[in-house]
């Protein structure tokens, strides 16, 4: 069973940048779709963004398009979540998760997830 490992969370302040890579682990395949989801306190795990392996079929939620972008670097096996603009709501723990089978923006399909990492906007 593999793992994936995300990286980059931090404390910012409101109105900058951070971004949030993950790679997967021990996996004998390759996912199909990744995508990344919070949980700020008290609230409900959320899908942010999503996409298909090769570049394809991109999903947004609404709280977080035009601000966020989900990419990949095949060569490095690697999806990154650039977040741009980030305001006090945008404060959660950022989980990585992956499935084999799309569609990828189905939230509720996503089978393996990564511990997460802390991402905290301040005002």
């Known amino acids: 069973q593999g793992t994936l490992v995300e990286s980059g969370g931090d404390s910012v302040q409101a109105g900058g940048s951070l971004s949030l890579s993950c790679k997967p682990y021990g996996y004998g395949f390759r996912h199909n779709c990744m995508g990344w989801f919070r949980q700020a306190p008290g609230k409900k795990r959320e899908g942010i963004a999503s996409?298909?392996?090769?570049?394809?079929?991109?999903y947004y939620s609404d709280s977080v398009k035009g601000r966020f972008t989900i990419s990949q670097d095949l060569s490095a096996n690697t999806v990154t979540l650039r977040m741009n603009n980030l305001k006090p709501e945008d404060t959660a723990v950022y989980y990585c998760?992956?499935?084999?089978?799309?569609?990828?923006?189905?939230?509720?399909?996503?089978?393996?997830w990564g511990k997460g990492t802390q991402v905290t906007v301040s005002s």
């Open positions: 996409m298909h392996v090769g570049g394809k079929n991109l």
């Open positions: 998760a992956a499935m084999r089978i799309p569609p990828c923006g189905n939230w509720w399909s996503y089978t393996d």
